[in-house]
Nanobody, 125 residues
Framework: QVQLVESGGGLVQAGGSLRLSCVVS????????MGWFRQAPGKEREFVAA????????NFADSVQGRFAISRDNAKNTVYLQMNNLKPEDTAVYYC??????????????????WGQGTQVTVSS
């Protein structure tokens, strides 16, 4: 049974930062790419960032490019999303996910195999 548990969400003012963490259990992370998605009320789940299995390649949505960073620690089975210069439009539930692929190029939710329960990020103006 693969489980993903996100943490680190919260309320922050515009311009602030948050660091999300996602711990995976039940499977060794090192063979798989990881992704972060988000979903705002009334909207579809959208791609935020992805990282390849060894962390050598990353991919970001245009809306977060230059503000967010993704990293992983395979020894800890953990992936991180560092979010800087947050904007009110970043408000959403953030989900981490695992794709049974080495590549960071997967941007569609249907490509991903396992999901966490999500963590709320709220950015006030």
């Amino acid at each position: 049974q693969v489980q993903l548990v996100e943490s680190g969400g919260g309320l922050v003012q515009a311009g602030g930062s948050l660091r999300l963490s996602c711990v995976v259990s039940g499977r060794t992370l090192s063979n798989y790419a990881m992704g972060w998605f988000r979903q705002a009320p009334g909207k579809e789940r959208e791609f935020v960032a992805a990282i390849s299995w060894r962390g050598g390649s990353t991919n970001f949505a245009d809306s977060v490019q230059g503000r967010f960073a993704i990293s992983r620690d395979n020894a800890k089975n953990t992936v991180y999303l560092q979010m800087n210069n947050l904007k009110p439009e970043d408000t959403a539930v953030y989900y981490c996910s695992v794709v049974r692929s080495w590549s960071a190029l997967h941007t569609e939710p249907k490509d991903y195999d396992y999901w966490g329960q999500g963590t709320q990020v709220t950015v006030s103006s």
